[in-house]
């Protein structure tokens, strides 16, 4: 059988115009790099564990006792929405109604995708944390709508306000935030997030947060947004359970917010995947549930295992910005004479064995990311020392 193609007389390419400029993410590049190098992936950032193995067997009890095995409600089983109600007033002191104002959805992913095709109209224009994580870029653009990038700057990746407060305009619709911040690390302070909703109430912006890293904050402390005066009508607050519980393969995320912003929301994500994760979403409901020293030593190993990673790529050589939070550790190739950061990447594989991200494909403006390289360290101690000996090899 010949292979269809495109109609001779037609121009037309078949990506639509929004989507033209995203091809393969740099995760599924760099991820095929190690596979095809044998090296060790240090670019991703999931966990090389499982979580904990009682939440494994929520699993595989709800599957077998015919628990999620067929369509779950559309807004998620009433299960797990209470539990992440549960969560957010035990941790954050924060009210939910699990019927109204929680939405269970396919990972933080397809969370932020229906929130921003919910509420953006096209040319309306989103403020976004610079280096953003791929996905949002990609979903401002199928809604039509145009990013418009604040740059934190190394060394320490604060968040300018003052820039912030001059890149509103009469178009802009609402803000995009991540804190904990993927990639650089950068938890938002109790000031910077305070300036933020204070400009969000007298500008009447809509804001979006990208908290799925709100357990893993090393240095001070994760703030809600939602929780400071004038907020909660105005955030949709967005969370998941795979980087909390490593069990990133499950995809089972949340939305909370009024009963009006989740409606929006949910009139989205009903014509994406409609439901997921069946049994899944009952064993996160066990999972929210888990005591604090859980959350605390799941914290304090990662915090480990940040120092081991970063205190190895400074003997191999590498400027390291220290992260507040996250899975993530960026770099600069500065010091080994390097400045293209995609370039150094693709390279690393042969050269040492190592698989990194260069940061720079998460910016709008290339030069401010060009020559930093973020690497995971969601990984066992022996992969970590293993990258690290391998790295000492480019000082040599």
Request: proline share 7%; glycine share 8%.
């Amino acid at each position: 059988m010949t292979p269809m193609s495109a109609p001779e007389s037609s121009n037309r390419p078949f990506l639509n115009r929004r989507l033209a400029a995203f091809g393969t993410t740099i995760f599924a590049e760099m991820s095929a790099l190690a596979t095809r190098t044998g090296s060790i992936n240090l670019g991703q950032g999931f966990p090389d564990t499982d979580g904990p193995a009682e939440i494994a067997e929520a699993a595989v009890r709800a599957i077998r006792d015919g628990r999620g095995n067929q369509y779950p409600p559309g807004p998620g089983v009433p299960e797990l929405r209470t539990a992440v109600a549960a969560h957010q007033q035990r941790f954050y002191g924060l009210a939910f109604d699990p019927d109204t104002e929680v939405l269970v959805t396919a990972g933080a992913t397809e969370a932020i995708a229906a929130a921003l095709l919910a509420l953006l109209e096209p040319g309306d224009e989103v403020i976004a944390l610079e280096p953003f994580y791929d996905s949002y870029a990609a979903c401002i653009a199928m809604a039509g709508a145009v990013r418009v990038p604040l740059t934190l700057r190394a060394p320490d990746f604060r968040l300018d306000v003052d820039a912030l407060r001059a890149a509103v305009t009469p178009r802009t619709r609402l803000l995009l935030l991540n804190t904990p911040h993927n990639p650089t690390g950068t938890v938002l302070t109790a000031e910077e997030l305070a300036a933020v909703a204070e400009l969000a109430v007298e500008r009447d912006l809509l804001v979006i947060t990208d908290e799925v890293y709100e357990h893993l904050v090393f240095e001070g402390s994760h703030t809600p947004l939602a929780g400071l005066p004038g907020m909660r009508e105005r955030t949709v607050t967005i969370s998941s359970a795979g980087k909390t519980f490593s069990f990133t393969g499950w995809k089972v995320g949340w939305v909370t917010g009024t009963p009006e912003l989740v409606t929006a929301v949910r009139s989205a994500k009903q014509f994406l995947t409609y439901v997921n994760a069946g049994p899944f979403q009952y064993a996160i409901a066990e999972a929210l549930r888990l005591p604090d020293a859980y959350f605390d030593g799941f914290r304090a190993d990662l915090r480990r295992k940040r120092d081991l990673l970063g205190d190895g790529l400074r003997a191999a050589g590498f400027e390291v910005y220290q992260p507040q939070g996250t899975y993530f550790i960026t770099t600069d190739i500065t010091p080994f004479g390097e400045k293209d950061a995609y370039a150094f990447c693709r390279a690393l594989p042969e050269r040492c064995g190592v698989v990194a991200i260069p940061n720079s494909v998460f910016y709008d403006d290339p030069d401010a990311g060009r020559s930093q390289v973020r690497f995971a360290f969601c990984k066992k101690d022996d992969v970590l020392t293993e990258a690290i000996s391998r790295l000492r090899h480019l000082a040599s």
